[in-house]
Nanobody, 116 residues
Framework: QVQLVESGGGLVQPGGSLRLSCAAS????????MGWYRQAPGNQRELVAT????????NYADSVKGRFTISRDVAKNTVYLQMNSLKPEDTAVYYC?????????WGQGTQVTVSS
């Protein structure tokens, strides 16, 4: 089983930056992709970005393209989400996930609030 621990959330002003981290442990050899999702109050959880762990290939939601960057550090078993030019509409709980062939694991979530 995979365990995920997120960190790096917080309060930031519009236009500011934050970097989220997601450290994976457990059955990490079976993970083929990891990603970030977010959920704002009253909304469904939505995809933000994904990365294929072996190739580094990435995918982004249109709303964050050009502002957010997902990356991985294989040696540290960690995935990052660099968020720049943050907007109030980016406010949400951000969740890390890890995909194995038969299972998707989730972290506990970290709050990101963009407000002046």
């Amino acid at each position: 089983q995979v365990q995920l621990v997120e960190s790096g959330g917080g309060l930031v002003q519009p236009g500011g930056s934050l970097r989220l981290s997601c450290a994976a442990s457990g059955s990490i050899f079976s993970i083929y992709a990891m990603g970030w999702y977010r959920q704002a109050p009253g909304n469904q959880r939505e995809l933000v970005a994904t990365i294929i762990t072996k190739s580094g290939s990435t995918n982004y939601a249109d709303s964050v393209k050009g502002r957010f960057t997902i990356s991985r550090d294989v040696a540290k078993n960690t995935v990052y989400l660099q968020m720049n030019s943050l907007k109030p509409e980016d406010t949400a709980v951000y969740y890390c996930n890890a995909d194995e062939i038969l299972r998707r694991s989730w972290g506990q979530g970290t709050q990101v609030t963009v407000s002046s």
